[in-house]
């Protein structure tokens, strides 16, 4: 399996200038400084993965906002002082967003829709004009968390235009693709082979889910007071996970009959073979646990799918280094912030 080099260990900034409370440019110049990145490459990580709204690069006519790219360039100057890569990832774009917060978004339209398409390939001609110079420093993501099983043919379609678009620019930048139902390792094998030898297969991994986002307020399914320890026998996660958020999923492959590392190996395994037989590195963008989880549960769950991290040479960022109910730095996880850094 090849390596998606320079960005093995990393960590999300998350709520930073993605998923904001407020748009408010003294949140954007405080939340995320070059203290947090000294930091960050204290710890050992290689690379952030830093998330980034539309709305902070351009107005609501499409005109690019010079203040929200002096946000990434800062970024960029801050990991090239500590030695630490960027990945860019646009997390919604203008006429599509993943969020399930916002109910009444058409998540279809944006892959039907060449108006809204051709706003998103501008946007991404910008961002590549301006990190063209960083080949090997700088990544690109072109967006978060496809939502739709069923948008998956058109998905390919915009990706190979995205490809395409910014390979005119930006020729050997690492470009990170990931697939549908909110980037679900599921999905890996629906991608096209790769356009070129620098692109990345990706996904996110918050399974299982029951565990992983146990009272999560923006799931309507979770009473709030939800909890689950880990690990517990396959057997329980199912009953759990079929009474709270309907039957499907990973939990319910025929191979899964117990937790553990071998868990997340069978479920990795066909974005494995996918990945391997197009020769493309595999990369899981996101995971993590919900901070309301017990800690030594999350220690447990974090050796888990590090394990497999490992033995596969899968590149990984944590959710999130910052709040975003997850974040490292956050007073619940300090207290098991040596353990895991010994995981990492």
Same mark, same amino acid.
């Given at each position: 399996?090849?390596?998606?080099?320079?960005?093995?260990?990393?960590?999300?900034?998350?709520?930073?200038?993605?998923?904001?409370?407020?748009?408010?440019?003294?949140?954007?110049?405080?939340?995320?400084?070059?203290?947090? $990145?000294?930091?960050?490459?204290?710890?050992?990580?290689?690379?952030?993965?830093?998330?980034?709204?539309?709305?902070?690069?351009?107005?609501?006519?499409?005109?690019?906002?010079?203040?929200?790219?002096?946000?990434?360039?800062?970024?960029?100057?801050?990991?090239?002082?500590?030695?630490?890569?960027?990945?860019?990832?646009?997390?919604?774009?203008?006429?599509?967003?993943?969020?399930?917060?916002?109910?009444?978004?058409?998540?279809?339209?944006?892959?039907?829709?060449?108006?809204?398409?051709?706003?998103?390939?501008?946007?991404?001609?910008? $961002?590549?004009?301006?990190?063209?110079?960083?080949?090997?420093?700088?990544?690109?993501?072109?967006?978060?968390?496809?939502?739709?099983?069923?948008?998956?043919?058109?998905?390919?379609?915009?990706?190979?235009?995205?490809?395409?678009?910014?390979?005119?620019?930006?020729?050997?930048?690492?470009?990170?693709?990931?697939?549908?139902?909110?980037?679900?390792?599921?999905?890996?094998?629906?991608?096209?082979?790769?356009?070129?030898?620098?692109?990345?297969?990706?996904?996110?991994?918050?399974?299982?889910?029951?565990?992983?986002?146990?009272?999560?307020?923006?799931?309507?399914?979770?009473?709030?007071?939800?909890?689950?320890?880990?690990?517990?026998?396959?057997?329980?996660?199912?009953?759990?996970?079929?009474?709270?958020?309907?039957?499907?999923?990973?939990?319910?492959?025929?191979?899964?009959?117990?937790?553990?590392?071998?868990?997340?190996? $069978?479920?990795?395994?066909?974005?494995?073979?996918?990945?391997?037989?197009?020769?493309?590195?595999?990369?899981?963008?996101?995971?993590?646990? $919900?901070?309301?989880?017990?800690?030594?549960?999350?220690?447990?769950?974090?050796?888990?799918?590090?394990?497999?991290?490992?033995?596969?040479?899968?590149?990984?960022?944590?959710?999130?280094?910052?709040?975003?109910?997850?974040?490292?730095?956050?007073?619940?996880?300090?207290?098991?912030?040596?353990?895991?850094?010994?995981?990492?």
């Amino acid at each position: 399996m090849r390596r998606f080099e320079g960005f093995q260990k990393g960590v999300n900034l998350g709520g930073w200038i993605s998923q904001f409370a407020v748009y408010d440019p003294v949140h954007f110049r405080t939340f995320i400084t070059k203290a947090d $990145i000294a930091y960050i490459a204290s710890l050992g990580f290689d690379h952030v993965r830093v998330p980034v709204d539309y709305n902070v690069l351009e107005d609501e006519a499409g005109n690019p906002l010079e203040s929200g790219f002096d946000y990434l360039r800062n970024c960029l100057a801050w990991c090239r002082e500590y030695n630490l890569n960027m990945l860019i990832d646009l997390h919604e774009c203008y006429g599509y967003s993943f969020d399930p917060l916002k109910k009444d978004m058409d998540r279809s339209r944006f892959f039907y829709d060449d108006a809204l398409q051709n706003r998103f390939l501008r946007l991404w001609q910008r $961002i590549a004009e301006e990190f063209k110079e960083e080949p090997d420093r700088v990544a690109f993501e072109p967006l978060n968390e496809v939502v739709l099983w069923e948008v998956a043919d058109a998905w390919n379609a915009l990706i190979r235009r995205y490809i395409e678009t910014v390979r005119a620019i930006a020729p050997r930048h690492w470009l990170v693709i990931g697939g549908v139902c909110y980037n679900s390792v599921m999905s890996v094998e629906l991608l096209e082979a790769p356009y070129d030898d620098r692109v990345v297969y990706n996904f996110h991994c918050y399974e299982p889910m029951i565990f992983s986002h146990q009272g999560a307020y923006w799931m309507e399914q979770f009473p709030s007071d939800y909890r689950i320890s880990y690990p517990q026998s396959v057997e329980v996660y199912r009953a759990e996970t079929k009474r709270i958020l309907g039957e499907g999923g990973t939990l319910f492959l025929p191979e899964v009959t117990e937790m553990g590392p071998a868990y997340f190996e $069978i479920i990795f395994k066909a974005a494995l073979e996918a990945a391997g037989k197009r020769n493309a590195p595999l990369y899981c963008g996101e995971y993590g646990v $919900i901070d309301l989880a017990d800690n030594p549960s999350k220690i447990r769950w974090l050796k888990d799918i590090h394990s497999a991290f490992e033995k596969f040479s899968i590149g990984h960022a944590l959710w999130n280094y910052k709040e975003k109910d997850f974040g490292l730095v956050d007073e619940r996880f300090a207290e098991v912030k040596d353990d895991f850094i010994a995981v990492i």
